[in-house]
């Protein structure tokens, strides 16, 4: 079994050792008192000395320490200060789920890239590697640097993904642009309307730049670095088919948030035989989890099974989830179980006022895992507008879950906002009907999670429905769950008894 929140972590302590003469100097730690963890020590090229990485328990501090390899002494060579998390996840190629950390160290760390939301935004900055001073920000605007593809330290110029450039348009589009470090000569490299993949040759002279977004199938172009000229169309996906036989393309939608100025972004299928002169039942497929946003912005027809069977599936990032802004992702801080909840009500409602068949009287939700946990606790603390809840292997208290995930975005040390959050603490609240799903051998949410809520209901005398699944894993239930989850939705908010 894992660390769990408030637990004792080991506590790593660098040490310095002269070969020649066989003796070892002494680390003060006074700039690294408290680690949640170290990272491995990286000597600079020169062997001045050496850095690493101080990641203080609780995630409010993050710094690279340098240590003189002559007398052992430490220096702050950078650091990162948050009143609520620095997400200390690397900025990776990977931009759906990746936190906020990058560090590139030029010519033997006599300069440093480094990223940072200081200024309330994921930018990059350049640093005098030798001194610790800022020599100057790189990348700035109401934008985020979603990661870093390339440091090419000759020209001087960096290749990254960044999202939110374009006013009006899906600001969670991943989007390519190259830049000098002096922040000059910024150069998208990337148009269309879309969220793209792209790949370079070796060489970097041309790249092959992969789009598509909810309603434009797949396109791939060969295009060339200098100029951003096509070259040629490679391929593109062809829905002719998939139309005539009915298929509705689903619809983007975004409404103002619980803020009244900031734009929330969700997706929106229909059934194939959709009728806008009748009311549907709406299905959430909900996530919340602050490490990454969740609405998928390729070409897809995940959600098109469920909205078959009569309903209105959708799914949306509420605030407190990622690649937004600071603020937007800080409304998760020590609240996990406002999960977004405002903003997506408010969106519902913009839907619902502008489409009669959208009837938000027969709300549903599901989720797994953060999104379990976040299904639940829509009956518990909005009974006023969700009915029905399929919860699949839930993090129910966040004090059960992962030290990493959970100490993240919590808070350490513990205090009442784990049992402000906790669906077992609340679960007297409970309204509606909920069919929760577990898995017995569950090795990524504590199991027992899932049976305290079910304790809890049971104390609070409150009517649930449970499918435990014997030796199943995280998202247990398989073709059985997913028939289950179909039936408990239609029956409950359809009216209608499935058949055998």
């Known amino acids: 079994m894992y660390a769990k929140p408030g637990d004792a972590v080991d506590i790593a302590q660098p040490v310095l050792f002269q070969i020649d003469a066989k003796t070892q100097i002494e680390i003060a730690n006074t700039l690294f008192p408290n680690p949640y963890s170290l990272s491995r020590p990286a000597w600079w090229k020169d062997s001045r000395g050496f850095t690493f990485d101080y990641n203080q328990r609780g995630h409010q501090t993050y710094r690279v320490i340098e240590v003189n390899a002559t007398d052992g002494k430490a220096r702050t060579l950078l650091s990162e200060d948050s009143k609520t998390f620095v997400d200390y996840r690397g900025l990776t190629p990977n931009p759906r789920d990746t936190g906020k950390i990058y560090r590139y160290d030029i010519d033997g760390g006599k300069e440093i890239i480094w990223a940072s939301e200081r200024d309330g935004w994921e930018h990059l900055y350049l640093y005098d590697g030798v001194t610790g001073k800022l020599k100057n920000q790189i990348t700035k605007g109401n934008w985020v640097v979603r990661a870093v593809e390339k440091v090419d330290e000759e020209k001087r110029q960096i290749w990254f993904q960044a999202s939110g450039m374009y006013p009006g348009k899906d600001p969670y589009f991943v989007h390519y642009y190259r830049i000098n470090f002096d922040g000059s000569d910024l150069t998208p490299l990337t148009e269309a309307d879309g969220n793209h993949a792209v790949r370079f040759s070796p060489d970097r002279k041309f790249y092959v730049d992969s789009w598509s977004r909810f309603d434009q199938p797949p396109v791939s172009q060969l295009r060339r670095t200098e100029d951003r000229a096509k070259l040629m169309d490679l391929e593109g996906g062809d829905i002719t088919a998939l139309k005539a036989a009915g298929w509705q393309t689903p619809e983007v939608f975004s409404a103002m948030g619980r803020d009244g100025k900031t734009d929330i972004w969700g997706v929106i299928f229909k059934p194939s035989n959709f009728d806008p002169a009748k009311k549907y039942a709406v299905l959430e497929n909900i996530y919340a989890g ?90 518990l603390f909005h009974p006023e507008f969700y009915k029905v809840a399929v919860s699949n292997s839930g993090c129910h208290d966040n004090r059960m879950d992962k030290i990493w995930w959970n100490e993240q975005w919590m808070g350490w040390p513990l205090g009442p906002q784990y049992a402000a959050s906790s669906n077992v603490d609340n679960a007297r609240l409970l309204q509606g009907k909920v069919l929760l799903v577990m898995g017995e051998m569950d090795t990524n949410v504590d199991p027992a999670s899932t049976l305290q809520v079910v304790n809890a209901l049971i104390k609070a005398n409150k009517k649930f429905d449970l499918l435990y699944v014997p030796g199943g894993g995280h998202g247990a239930g398989g073709a059985y769950g997913q028939r289950k989850l179909q039936d408990f939705f239609v029956h409950n908010l359809l009216g209608v008894e499935p058949p055998e």
């Open 290 to 379: 602050p490490q990454g946003s969740f609405v998928p912005k390729d070409f897809s027809d995940a959600a098109q099974p469920l909205a078959e069977l009569g309903f209105i599936v959708v799914q949306i990032d509420g605030m407190g989830t990622n690649n937004r802004s600071k603020a937007f992702h800080d409304v998760a801080w020590q609240d996990l179980k406002d999960a977004g909840f405002e903003d997506r009500i408010l969106w519902h409602k913009a839907v619902a006022a502008k489409f009669s068949w959208y009837d938000i009287s027969r709300v549903g939700v599901y989720g797994t895992s953060a999104g379990g946990q976040n299904s639940l606790g829509a009956l």
